[in-house]
């Protein structure tokens, strides 16, 4: 392998390193156990991505589903990590649905985003053009007051 | 071919489904994805799959770096040392495979 392939097939020791301050935060950790907590990580990685494989290969699919990847967690001992992944992954699917929705939205309505864009541009200005001539007529309003109160306290004085 | 088709249909749904779940890691999927690959048994790994393996190292090595910390807070120390992960592995059944993987 060359360096840049040793490079790029293993976790970023840096963003590890961010990773370990915020499961700790404030205490410092020497640099032999950064470097251990590393090779942790790749090993973690290589060894359930290796079972999730061999889960996958069995059941003749090409592709490594989460499926394959929570029974190889229980295989290798981590059932214990079953439930709150289980868990994070229901939270992701909600989120892809919602997307969904939306862009579903965005079909139904028959407009192009550019067109709804405009749209939306168009209601802005009409919704502008209307607050300043509430403003306006507001203003006026104060001004006839301010007069008629004026007119009043001259014709008391006199 | 056919088979081939197949596969680049799937890897193009795979890929818009891949955005979801990209930024939910604090560790880079991209990589995990490429340690995934390095097996060359494998053809395909989906989003979700990357990002459940991503989800589980993250939780690993939180819960194996908490518990090396019992250790330095009870020797009363500052500074989180590799005894203090050795020692997890040794005293913790959870983390007994990691005495038979070379780690140096």
Known sequence: MTDSDEESANLPRSTIQKFIKEVVPGVRVSNDAKDLISNICNEFVHMVSSESNSICSQKNKKTIFPEHVIEALKNLGFEGYVGELKKVLGDLKTEKEERKKCSKKLEKSGFSLTELEKQQKELFEKAKEEQAREELMEWNQLVEEEKAAKHAQSSKAL | ?104
Do not use: C
């Open chain 2, 1 to 104: 071919m056919a088979g081939n088709e197949e596969v680049l249909d799937e890897e193009k749904q795979l890929n818009e489904n891949a955005n979801a779940s990209i930024r939910l890691t604090k560790l880079p999927q991209t990589r995990v994805r490429n340690i995934i690959k390095l097996d060359h048994d494998v053809t395909l790994a989906s989003s979700e799959a990357v990002y459940l393996i991503t989800k589980t190292t993250e939780l690993f090595v939180e819960y194996f770096t908490k518990e090396a910390h019992k250790r330095t807070v009870e020797y009363k120390r500052k500074t989180l040392q590799r005894k203090d992960l050795d020692d997890a592995i040794k005293t913790t059944d959870h983390f007994a495979f990691l005495e038979d993987i070379p780690l140096d």
